[in-house]
């Protein structure tokens, strides 16, 4: 339900917060102090068209916030969850309105787009006047509704899930028919080139492996020679090695006596003989790393020339042979076996269908019956309502010939204004008075049941009094014992039954340079005065008080 409604900068609203309760809030006021403009800022904050007009004179920005608690596992919570917003329990819808045009939406202070703004103030309020289509011309709500006044959700789900399951089996046993036509086609073309890519046997990978073998092999021919003669020159037989090792032996003999003049001579012939022992350790490993098989570089080359060959061949990288040798195998697998599939995919296909119809049928034949019920509880509704002399009809067509995935009807209100006269669709056929009765009667039949849990209710009560009025503003009541209603009304009989009556009125302000629109909650004394003040106009009399007494005590009769 709406707990708190806070404007800024709205029209002619500055400041306005507003706390709201259970059951009928009704808003009065004189023609012009601002009921519209309070319902265009409450559309806004749900998701309404931006309009740069609503910033009030001055500002840079407007805004509105609407504060609702929701039951968990309502249809709004899981708007949320969808969208990676989290539900705690408090949902707090803003939207910023900026002079320039632009808008910002807002679900507890995390950014959204107006989109999911609005899907979300769909499932949390209802706005309905004469002029409103939202929940009477889509075909598809009437459907839901009545699904909801039986309900008939659980078995729309069940019909939901077997079109899921029929639709599927039949894409697959589609995508079947076509491999199999296209495989068909070309199945010579198939066997000839599964048959020479599974002899070549491609591998991911292949090619850049061998490539780069190859280059090592070729580099390595090319350096060899110079590596065997350096390593001929340093540790072949022409190594210095041996005549530096017997001068270090003679020079160590002689140095018994003079070593410090033998010394240094020998260790730096040492580290000479080291050093060319050392290097000629790395070129022998050099000579190994570049030893190769020459019949190992044509395999490559070979290898490779094949592969390339059969990319260009087949239009297809040499990574992806590997890749086409595998579909074409599959094709014609596809080819042999596939008859046999083809009769199992018919089969299921066949099966899921059945199953869909069957459920589909029964949930017709389901349909059929609520519409009765539905209609014969509407129309009990419409003699208090001044409509005695109409007809409230459920349409449910059923063509089998078009499924769908809530089954083969199409539902549709219809009534009959007048007997003799033609029946046709509620938008067409009802003014404007008579439609927001119709809606009335429907939503008090359907209660609790395919509504949002807050309805709003705009001068539906225009052009009518009295009695017409009073059974209005009963029917008002009794809906907002299961949902929570406001109603904007200039009906006494209307205003005398709510639980929160709310007064809309123009202030002026600055010595009268400009007004501004308040709202004020009425206790009981203030009540009385505003319900006398509908009925007798300007000048409020004793027999219009007496009058509104009236009134409230036979709404809490």
């Not at 060319?276 to 020459?294: G, I, M, S, V, W």
Request: hydrophobic share 45%; charged share 25%.
């Amino acid at each position: 339900m709406l707990a708190r409604l806070s404007i800024r900068d709205i029209v002619l609203i500055e400041r306005l917060d507003i706390e709201f309760a259970t059951g009928l809030a009704v808003l009065t006021g004189e023609t012009g102090a601002g009921k519209s403009i309070l319902l265009d800022a409450f559309a806004l904050a749900l998701g309404g068209r931006g309009d740069a007009g609503l910033v009030r004179h001055g500002a840079e920005q407007g805004q509105v916030t609407a504060v609702f608690d929701i039951p968990k596992n309502h249809p709004a919570a899981k708007i949320l969850a969808e969208n990676g917003l989290e539900d705690t329990g408090e949902m707090i819808l803003r939207r910023v309105q900026f002079a320039d045009g632009r808008t910002r939406a807002f679900i507890n202070d995390q950014a959204i787009s107006v989109q999911t703004l609005k899907a979300v103030g769909a499932a949390l309020v209802e706005i309905h006047g004469q002029h409103d289509e939202r929940a009477l011309v889509d075909a598809a709500t009437h459907r839901r509704l009545l699904d909801a006044f039986s309900g008939l959700e659980k078995d729309v789900a069940g019909v939901e899930t077997l079109w899921d399951a029929r639709r599927s089996a039949n894409t697959e046993l589609e995508d079947h028919r076509a491999s199999m036509e296209r495989a068909a086609r070309e199945a010579d073309y198939l066997r000839h080139a599964s048959g020479e890519l599974k002899q070549l046997a491609p591998k991911d990978g292949e090619e850049t492996s061998l490539a780069h073998r190859r280059t090592t092999m070729m580099q390595g021919e090319k350096i060899a020679s110079d590596l065997r003669e350096a390593q001929e020159v340093v540790g072949g037989h022409n190594s210095p090695v041996a005549a530096l090792s017997a001068a270090v032996r003679r020079l160590e003999r002689r140095g018994v006596n003079s070593p410090a003049l033998v010394e240094p001579a020998v260790k730096a012939i040492d580290i000479a003989i080291n050093a060319l022992e050392e290097a000629d350790q790395h070129l022998l490993a050099a000579l190994a790393a570049t030893d190769f098989d020459p019949a190992e570089l044509e395999r490559i080359e070979e290898r490779l020339f094949a592969l390339r060959a059969a990319s260009r061949k087949y239009s297809t990288p040499v990574d992806g042979l590997a890749a086409l040798a595998a579909k074409y195998a599959a094709d014609v697998v596809l080819i042999d076996a596939g008859a046999s599939r083809l009769k199992k995919l018919e089969q299921a296909a066949i099966e899921a269908d059945s199953r869909y119809a069957a459920a589909a049928k029964k949930l017709s034949a389901s349909r059929q019956k609520s519409a009765e019920k539905l209609n014969k509880a509407v129309n009990a509704e419409l003699a208090p309502l001044k409509l005695e002399r109409a007809k409230f009809i459920t349409q449910v067509t059923t063509d089998e010939a078009a499924p769908g995935p809530q089954g083969f009807d199409r539902v549709e209100f219809w009534v009959q204004t007048n007997p003799g006269t033609k029946p046709g669709p509620m938008m067409k056929v009802a003014s404007g008075g008579e439609l927001s009765r119709f809606l009335l009667a429907l939503k008090v039949v359907l209660s609790d049941r395919g509504s949002a849990p807050t309805l709003v209710f705009d001068e539906i009560d225009t052009g009518v009094g009295g009695a017409v009025a009073d059974a209005i503003g009963a029917r008002l009541a009794r809906l907002a014992g299961k949902v929570q209603v406001m109603a904007v009304t200039h009906a006494p009989q209307v205003a005398a039954r709510a639980d929160q009556h709310l007064l809309i009125s123009k202030d002026a302000l600055d010595k009268g340079k400009r007004v501004a629109t308040r709202v004020n909650a009425l206790a009981a004394d203030h009540r009385r005065e505003e319900i006398a003040r509908m009925l007798a106009g300007a000048e409020i009399t004793a027999e219009a008080r007496a009058a509104a007494d009236r009134l409230l005590k036979a709404a809490t009769a």
